[in-house]
C-alpha cells in the first residue's frame, strides 16, 4: 500500500515536473519580495507587529469576506510556489520556499478546519498592535495619532463582525478575553495610549468611541459566560482533539517527528530526568534534613529536597530588581566561555509585563521584528503586586535562587534575547518573519543545558561552589518542566486527561510548585501544540549538534556552531539540517 503510494506520488511528480521548465533562483527573490509585500496588506497587523509600519491605520474586519479573501490570497500564491522547482533552488531559497508553503498551508487549515475565530474570543485582542503603532520610529507623533484614529474609528465595526463570529465560545478563552481586553480598554482610557494623545494635545474622541466597542464587546462576552455557567448555552470543549491537534502540530512545529513520537520521547525523559534527580536528592539529604531518616519513595524524597533548597529565594519587592542583577553577569560568562556572539549594542529592558499581554506566561521577551531593528527587546516580567502572600510565596520559592538564573538564561541570555538578536541579522526576511516556535523555544532550552555544560553551575558571582548539586537539581526540574508541557498538552488535547491527573503530572512527578501548575494548566486549555515546541525543539537541536560534534570530531568549535545554528533565523530544524554547511 505504502509502495504503491510512493510510486503514484513519484509518476504525478514526473507529469507536473515535465510540464514546462520552471523558473529559477532570480525569480524566486522577486517572487518574495512581491510576496511579503502583499502579505503585509493582506495582514495589516502581523505587519505592525514585525515593525513594517505602512498599514498601521487599518484594521481589517473580520468577517466572511475576509477569511475568503485570505483563502484567495494563499491559494494565488500556493499557484505561483508551483512554477518553482523545489530542489534547483539554493539552500535558502529552499527553506524559504517550505516556510512559505507551509504558511500558505495553513491558512486553509485555520479558516475551515482550527476556525478559532468561532471560539477564540481572546483572539480579538488588539492590545499588543496598539502598542506596536506607537512604537513607529520613522513617523512624527502627530501622524502616529492619525494612524490610531483610523485604526480606532473601526473597532465599533470590528467588534460587530467579532460578536457574530463567536458562534460556538470556549469558556476559558471567554474569561481570558474579558481579562485582556480590560488592560486594552484601560491602556486608551487611563493608560499608555491615552497618555501619548495627551503629550501630543491630540484630540481624544476616537479613544471615546473605541473604549465604548471594547466595552460592549465585554459586556457581550460577560453575558456568553453567564449563559455558559448556567448551562443556558454549552460550552465548546477547550480540548482541540487529536485529528486537528496533529494537523496543528505539523504545521506550527514542523519537526521530524509526529506529536504521539515527541510525546513518547517526553515521557522516556522524564524518567531519566526523575532519576538523574533521584541521585542529586540522596546526595543533598543530610545537607537539608538533618537527623530525617532517608525518604523510601523517589519523588517523594526528590520533592522534600527540592522544598528545602527553594526556600532560598528573593524577595517578593526585589524580584524584578534581581533579575537586572543577573543579566550582565550572565552576559559575561558568555562572553568569557567564548559561547556565542554577543551584541552589546542592543540593551535589554527589563519591565513588568504591560496589562495587555497579563494573563498567559510569567515572563516572556518582546523583540523588535526584521523592520524595526533599533527598537528595544524587553523582558516582560509578571507582576507580583496582586498576587495574596500565599501566591507570593509560592511564585517566589518556584524562581527561587537557583531556578531564577535558569529563567533569565531562558529568557534573555543566551535564551531568546540572544538568539532574537541573531534572528534579526539572518539575510533571509522570510525566515525572520515565519520564525518557528519549536526553534526558539528549543534554543532557550538548548541554551539551558549548554550553560550547565559549560560550568554555569559553578558560577562563583552568583552561585557559591558548593551549591553545584542545588543547581544541577533547579536545572532538572526547569528542564522537566519544558518535557513536561509536551505530556501535558498532548495529554490535555489527545487524551483527555483530567485535571486532577495534570495536576498530578505537574505537582508530584515534575515537583512543580502550586501556583506554577495551576497557571500553567490555565494555559494548556488556552494554547495547543505551543508547549509541545520546547521539548520538540530542544530534542531536535541538542540532537543535532551531537550529530555535528562527532562528525567534526576535534574541529568542532561550540561557538562557530551556535552562531551558525543562529544565523539562520530560526526557521525548522530539520530545514537547517539541509542548509548547515553549506
Ligand atoms: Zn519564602
Ligand atoms: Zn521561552
Known amino acids: 500500500m505504502r509502495k504503491l503510494f510512493l510510486i503514484l506520488i513519484l509518476i504525478i511528480f514526473q507529469l507536473t515536473s515535465c510540464q514546462k521548465t520552471k523558473k529559477g533562483n532570480a525569480d524566486f527573490e522577486k517572487f518574495k519580495l512581491r510576496l511579503v509585500e502583499d502579505m503585509w496588506k493582506q495582514y495589516p497587523n502581523w505587519a505592525t507587529g514585525v515593525g513594517y509600519h505602512k498599514y498601521d491605520s487599518v484594521l481589517p474586519i473580520p468577517d466572511e469576506a475576509r477569511r475568503t479573501s485570505d483563502l484567495v490570497f ?12 523545489v530542489d534547483s533552488l539554493s539552500p535558502m531559497n529552499k527553506t524559504d520556499y517550505l516556510l512559505i508553503k507551509n504558511m500558505l498551508e495553513g491558512t486553509d487549515f485555520s479558516v475551515n478546519e482550527y476556525k478559532s475565530y468561532e471560539w477564540d474570543a481572546s ?28 485604526f480606532l474609528a473601526k473597532t465599533p465595526v470590528y467588534f460587530e463582525a ?48 473605541s473604549i465604548k466597542a471594547i466595552q460592549s464587546f465585554i459586556a457581550h462576552l460577560e453575558g456568553l459566560k453567564k449563559e455558559m455557567e448556567s448551562g443556558k448555552r454549552k460550552a465548546k470543549d477547550f480540548r482541540l482533539g487529536k485529528v486537528l491537534f496533529h494537523k496543528k502540530f505539523n504545521l506550527d512545529i514542523a519537526s521530524s517527528y509526529t506529536a504521539e513520537e515527541m510525546y513518547d520521547h517526553a515521557m522516556d525523559r522524564k524518567s531519566s530526568l526523575q532519576k538523574e534527580m533521584h541521585v542529586i536528592a540522596t546526595r543533598l539529604w543530610d545537607k537539608y534534613l538533618p537527623n530525617t531518616p532517608l525518604e523510601k519513595d523517589s519523588l517523594l524524597r526528590i520533592k522534600l529536597v527540592i522544598d528545602k533548597v527553594a526556600l532560598s529565594h528573593a524577595k517578593r519587592e526585589e524580584f524584578q530588581a534581581e533579575i537586572e542583577r543577573q543579566i550582565p553577569i550572565l552576559s559575561k560568562f558568555i562572553i568569557d566561555k567564548d559561547l556565542v556572539t554577543m551584541d552589546p549594542t542592543k540593551p535589554l529592558v527589563v519591565r513588568k509585563e504591560p496589562a495587555w499581554m ?13 523592520y524595526a531593528k533599533n527598537a528595544n527587546t524587553y523582558y516582560n516580567v509578571g507582576s507580583l503586586a496582586f498576587y495574596a502572600p500565599e501566591a507570593a510565596e509560592s511564585f517566589l520559592r518556584e524562581y527561587n535562587q537557583f531556578t531564577l538564573q535558569i529563567l533569565n538564561i531562558h529568557e534573555a541570555v543566551p535564551g531568546h534575547y ?5 534572528a534579526n541579522k539572518s539575510p533571509s526576511l522570510i525566515q525572520n518573519l515565519l520564525q518557528n516556535g519549536a526553534f526558539i523555544e528549543g534554543w532557550a532550552l538548548y ?6 555544560e559549560e560550568g554555569w553551575d559553578k558560577n562563583t558571582s552568583i552561585n557559591k561552589t558548593e551549591m553545584s548539586d542545588e543547581m544541577w537539581l533547579m536545572y532538572y526540574k526547569f528542564h522537566l518542566r519544558g518535557v513536561c508541557n509536551t505530556i501535558l498538552d498532548y495529554s490535555i488535547h489527545c487524551r483527555n486527561v483530567s485535571e486532577k491527573d495534570a495536576m498530578h503530572l505537574m505537582q508530584v512527578e515534575a515537583f512543580q510548585e502550586k501556583s506554577e501548575a495551576e497557571g500553567k494548566w490555565r494555559r494548556a486549555k488556552l494554547t495547543q501544540v505551543q508547549l509541545c515546541s520546547y521539548f520538540t525543539g530542544f530534542f531536535e537541536i541538542y540532537n ?33 539540517r539541509e542548509m548547515f554547511g553549506r
Open 418 to 422: 540572544v538568539q532574537l538578536i541573531h
Open 544 to 576: 543535532f549538534r551531537e550529530e555535528i560534534k562527532k562528525k567534526q570530531g576535534t574541529q568542532f568549535n561550540l561557538k562557530r556552531f551556535n552562531d551558525q545554528l543562529l544565523s539562520f533565523g530560526a526557521p525548522p530544524v530539520k530545514y537547517i
Open 162 to 209: 467579532a460578536k457574530k463570529n463567536l458562534t460556538n465560545p470556549t469558556l476559558e478563552h471567554t474569561d481570558l478575553a474579558i481579562q485582556q481586553l480590560t488592560g486594552t480598554a484601560d491602556m486608551l482610557q487611563y493608560g499608555e495610549i491615552r497618555e501619548f494623545y495627551l503629550r501630543e494635545k491630540a484630540d481624544t474622541a476616537a479613544l471615546g468611541t
Open 123 to 150: 483572539s480579538y485582542n488588539f492590545g499588543g498592535t496598539l502598542f506596536e503603532i506607537t512604537q513607529n520610529k520613522e513617523a512624527k507623533p502627530l501622524d502616529i495619532i492619525v494612524n490610531l484614529n483610523k
Open 74 to 85: 494563499a491559494n494565488r500564491y500556493l499557484d505561483s510556489l508551483n512554477q518553482y522547482n
Open 447 to 452: 541554551a539551558e543545558r549548554m550553560m550547565m
Open 358 to 370: 497579563a494573563g498567559v506566561a510569567g515572563a516572556s521577551i518582546s523583540s523588535p521584528g526584521p
